[in-house]
């Protein structure tokens, strides 16, 4: 009986160990890149292809890539462990400014966006807020909210970037370059939905409050 104990403890201990050791899934990490309006399309572009995105840890190279292109504009995806890395861009060239010059990536905030342009002036960022509601009014505790580059500005490109959830309040912020941003919320409650295509944030209204909707 003591030796069947034991042999069950030790399977037990095993099958702890093997969960615990096994390795984490990757994760997405974007970073995106935009060029000052006083670029041409075309000049961006030349200069763009040239670029590339670098991610360290700890001081430590972890992966290099040449910028992608899509109808959105240019872009590297990073399939990496959960954790925090510093990302950096490569082959600017020296009369350009890249700001800002370190962005820093997370768990809970995998989109980085940089903007490179003639002038050390061209990306300020401001604080923009979101409110959340209920149908009734109530405060939304812990919602996710997406602020999605609005497309078609000079100088953006279609990126979104994850805020902190909402706080008792029903609130959050983040520090995003001046540009406007729609408001996405994609991980609802259970029984409510949002209208994407309804709430947006720009420069001149950083803060906006949302209400969730009854799903049908």
Not at 22 to 50: H, I, K, Q
Not at 52 to 58: E, G, K, M
Not at 100 to 117: E, G, K, L, M
Not at 120 to 143: C, M
Request: proline content about 6%; glycine content about 6%; some cysteine.
């Amino acid at each position: 009986m003591l030796k069947r104990v034991c042999g069950i403890v030790a399977l037990s201990a095993l099958l702890l160990c093997l969960c615990a050791c096994a390795p984490a899934e990757p994760v997405s990490y974007s970073v995106t890149v935009a060029c000052g309006e006083e670029f041409t399309e075309e000049e961006a572009a030349d200069m763009l292809r040239e670029v590339v995105a670098a991610v360290t840890q700890n001081g430590k190279t972890v992966e290099e890539k040449a910028l992608a292109e899509d109808s959105y504009g240019f872009y590297a995806d990073f399939d990496l462990v959960p954790g925090e890395y510093d990302v950096t861009l490569k082959n600017v060239p020296s009369a350009y400014f890249v700001e800002p010059q370190t962005q820093h990536v997370t768990d809970t905030q995998r989109n980085v966006v940089f903007a490179i342009s003639k002038e050390a002036t061209v990306t300020e960022q401001i604080t923009y807020s979101v409110t959340v509601l209920y149908p009734d009014g109530r405060l939304a505790e812990g919602i996710a909210v997406e602020f999605c580059t609005t497309p078609g500005q000079v100088g953006a490109v279609e990126t979104c970037r994850t805020a902190a959830p909402t706080d008792a309040d029903g609130t959050t912020s983040i520090e995003l370059p001046k540009y406007g941003y729609d408001i996405h919320i994609n991980d609802c409650p259970d029984g409510y939905a949002f209208d994407r295509e309804r709430y947006k944030v720009t420069p001149s209204a950083p803060s906006v409050t949302v209400s969730l909707t009854a799903a049908n």
